[in-house]
């Protein structure tokens, strides 16, 4: 799958994340054009004192915040309809900068009677609005995503994995965002990677089924580790309700799962901490 194909997180786009991000960049911007004058404040006119350039900067800023507000007020509902992706993502970035571009070049030119040829203006302007939208966008990405494990992590530590009702359906989506197929959580044994693809392994009229769908165990782990699930391997993410042994032999750690027929899966070196973990975790 692709890098544009890709869903963006989920958090990105909770009201919290939209408020923080609209107050935060609007504060970062107000601060970088009276330290900075990105955009050539004092060309514009002859500003008495300070207050005057923060009077003017701060209109400007808030003529174009109400775009962002817009903008991220329409998201936030597009969100919970369906899955957006980073090329969306991206192309819908990049049209919160034109409309804000576009709202001070107007300003500079038709307000504040800017004698520059109104495309030269716009491509300074251009420039400068992306810079000033990237900065605060990539800190608060990084911050969220810091936010959103930990708060992960918090929850699996508190109890080794979240109580989730077993006869819980959890539905899995494609790389698309489309629903491809729900199961009850406490039928389900193990999914397994294969390529752009995951087979997941269930159990259905006391036979073992699977079901494969186009995605990648990567995009699917974050909310299964929640409800449970445990990587034991880069090509597995098992169940842990389903282990019943774990066995060390003389090729490696094993898990055996309660099935009918009996299932074994290989835990890899890299994941036998973390597997000796949630057995002690589950023990306690």
Known sequence: MQIGEKLVPKYLFQKEAITRTTIFTGFFALAFINFYSPFGVEKWYQPQNKFEVFFYSSLVILTGMFFIV?????????????????????????????????????????????????????????????????????????????????????????????????????PFHDENGKLKISVILDDILYLESSDNYVLIHYVSNNKISKYIIRNTLKNLETKLLIMGFVRCHRSYLVNFSKVKILKREKDGLFLELNSDPQLVLPVSKTYVSSIIESFSLDQA
């Open 70 to 170: 817009f903008s991220r007020i329409l998201m936030y509902q597009v969100s919970k309809k369906r899955n957006i992706n980073y090329l969306q993502y991206s192309v819908w970035i990049f049209f919160e900068i034109l409309s804000m571009a576009a709202v001070y070049s107007l300003f500079a030119k038709y307000l504040l009677d800017d004698q520059r040829v109104f495309y030269q203006i716009a491509e300074v302007t251009l420039k400068n609005t992306t810079l000033v939208l990237l900065l605060p966008y990539t800190v608060l990405w990084l911050y969220f995503a810091y936010l959103e494990k930990t708060r992960q992590l918090e929850k699996i530590a508190q109890g080794g994995v979240l109580k989730i009702q077993s006869d819980k359906m959890v």
